[in-house]
């Protein structure tokens, strides 16, 4: 992957979003400035603005949203715990004030509403949010996974604000993008508990450097026997020319979820069971007890052994990756996709002739990616604490008004942050392609979770061509012809019944990463595997495995 947009062309892109634009167009017709604690005050007195304008730009008629003339100490206030995008992901320290009191004020004007950001530090967010719901400090939106807070009534049941109309404008626009995204934040009552913060998505691939394989005389890899040719070479080689050439970088997306799982692991697994395991009377049991499971692990431990496998990849986070890619060190990954694209831009400052692809490969029993499919849980959750529903509706609401909105709040403001690039201001129907003006200015304080709207109606552009991870997005992200599906996808586990069932799970959840942590890395023989699997039992997997197959059944018959 280069910096010029090599295997897809414009036309292509063109074809595939006007007709979201189009959707889009259709629906539109009918809240002291963070820092790396959480004890954040107000930002954005009223003071100097240079947001450009106090009037939204998405003219939109039948848009809830708008300033008005409301007095900044009379505006009313939102508190947002900033637990996702670039500043934790990427191990930001914090916007510049004026260009934070910038994007203070552009939503003051456009919206009427304060914005207040409380950051913690990245590694022990849960806890703080835990004592921010807790407390009697100020919370409004924050990411989760509804199914946890529903039951202590830590959240808002927004179900209401949908049906009095409220929430009209979000679930009209919305609902174009994913018609039912109700199913991955509603109950079995049919309750919504959260705004979805994505979709299903192919997005864990293996990416290989291309640079590197042409070096060599290596074709691009397409099952995992070639992989491992190109893994031995670029490591035989040290490729990077540092002596510290890694291989394969791979890492953890929280302290339970192997990335590894979802990059590789179907090629070991059949379709519809890279996940929990349905076997044919219908019970569900954990995925690692499904009998290709072993063999995935071992590969890894293998790889590990060889010294394919970076040594500190379950120990380090994202922002350590990102040092790794770019410093020109990293021969192929094994991440979520966004955690190799986005380091890119400082890797080709000193290498511009570096170039990721994206492989999809098969193992023995085919494609190796697990497909995200749907993300049942996860979203935008309203605090019980927040004051005024009314606001809240209204800010939701402008988020989605303008794909804009959301790019300023993401990234800062037009011309100063970021600006358009010529030809794809969104002008002429199609999506908005943006580039960097000043990257670091101001760092997402105020991102939630993006959801399709936002993911497909805006895109960064590098030298006027697509971005990498907009490449991924557009060709492989929604092909789930090549990747597997889990089985039970659709069905919707009441973790709180599971809980009165099997109220270990959180341990067990954790036991078992570590256990395969263990396994791969050398640190426990795979000869111990079937003593593992004894392990689970003694952990009470026999009420997990009653928890889970209880509601598959019901909704399964």
């Not at 927004?158 to 995204?181: M, R």
């Not at 849980?377 to 939701?396: A, E, F, N």
């Not at 300023?408 to 003006?437: A, C, H, L, Q, T």
């Not at 640190?523 to 928890?547: C, H, T, Y």
Request: hydrophobic share 35%; with cysteine.
């Amino acid at each position: 992957m280069k910096k010029t947009l090599a295997s897809l062309s414009r036309k292509r892109v063109v074809l595939i979003l006007v007709v979201l634009a189009a959707l889009l167009a259709l629906a539109l017709a009918a809240c002291q400035p963070a820092n790396t604690g959480d004890g954040a005050a107000p930002s954005g007195d009223g003071g100097s603005s240079s947001s450009g304008g106090g009037t939204s730009p998405s003219g939109g008629g039948s848009s809830p949203s708008g300033g008005g003339d409301v007095a900044p100490e009379d505006m009313p206030e939102l508190w947002i715990f900033t637990s996702v995008g670039r500043i934790q992901m990427e191990g930001l320290t914090g916007s510049d004030q004026a260009n934070l009191d910038m994007v203070t004020q552009y939503v003051m004007d456009n919206v009427g509403v304060k914005l207040n950001a409380v950051v913690p530090p990245q590694d022990v967010w849960q806890e703080r949010l835990a004592i921010r719901l807790a407390s009697g400090d100020p919370i409004d939106l924050f990411q989760g996974d509804w199914r946890s807070y529903r039951s202590t009534g830590a959240i808002m049941d927004l179900t209401p604000y949908f049906e009095n109309g409220k929430l009209a404008f979000y679930d009209e626009v919305y609902s174009q993008y994913e018609p039912d995204w109700r199913s991955s934040v509603s109950d079995s009552d049919g309750r919504i508990w959260a705004f979805t913060d994505g979709s299903a998505l192919a997005c864990h691939p293996i990416y290989v450097r291309k640079d590197w394989c042409d070096q060599l005389g290596l074709k691009i890899p397409t099952t995992i026997e070639e992989l491992e040719v190109v893994l031995e070479a670029f490591a035989s080689n040290d490729m990077s020319g540092t002596g510290e050439t890694i291989p394969l970088l791979t890492g953890m997306q929280g302290e339970t979820n192997i990335m590894t799982f979802w990059c590789l692991a179907g090629g070991w697994l059949p379709q519809y069971q890279a996940g929990n395991w349905i076997t044919s009377d219908k019970t569900v049991m954990p995925r690692e007890m499904h009998p290709g499971y072993e063999g995935y692990v071992a590969k890894m431990a293998d790889w590990f052994q060889k010294g394919w496998i970076y040594n500190e990849s379950y120990q380090i986070n994202r922002a350590r990756t990102a040092e790794l890619i770019s410093a020109n060190k990293v021969g192929a990954t094994a991440l979520w996709y966004t955690y190799t694209t986005s380091p890119l831009n400082d890797l080709w400052e000193n290498v511009p002739e570096a170039e990721y692809v994206a492989c999809p490969l098969k193992g023995p029993e085919g494609w190796i990616q697990v497909a995200q499919i749907p993300r049942i849980g996860g979203g935008t959750l309203v605090s019980s604490k927040t004051p005024d529903m009314d606001v809240v509706c209204k800010y939701i609401n402008w988020l989605h008004e303008d794909i804009e909105n959301y790019i300023v709040v993401r990234n800062g403001i037009k011309d100063v942050n970021w600006k358009y690039v010529p030809g794809f201001d969104g002008s002429d129907g199609n999506y908005r392609m943006i580039e960097w003006v000043d990257q670091h200015g101001y760092i997402g304080e105020y991102e939630m979770g993006g959801d399709m709207y936002h993911t497909m109606n805006y895109f960064f552009g590098v030298n006027g061509e697509l971005a990498p991870n907009a490449q991924y997005l557009l060709e492989y992200g929604l092909n789930f012809d090549l990747a597997k599906v889990q089985g039970d996808v659709y069905t919707y586990y009441d973790l709180d019944r599971i809980n009165e069932i099997f109220p270990y799970r959180g341990d067990f959840n954790r036991i078992s990463a570590e256990e395969q942590i263990k396994f791969i890395t050398g640190a426990r023989p795979m000869s111990e595997w079937p003593n593992f699997m004894n392990e689970l039992k003694a952990v009470g997997v026999d009420q997990w495995i009653a928890a889970y197959t209880e509601q598959y059944r019901e909704q399964n018959p």
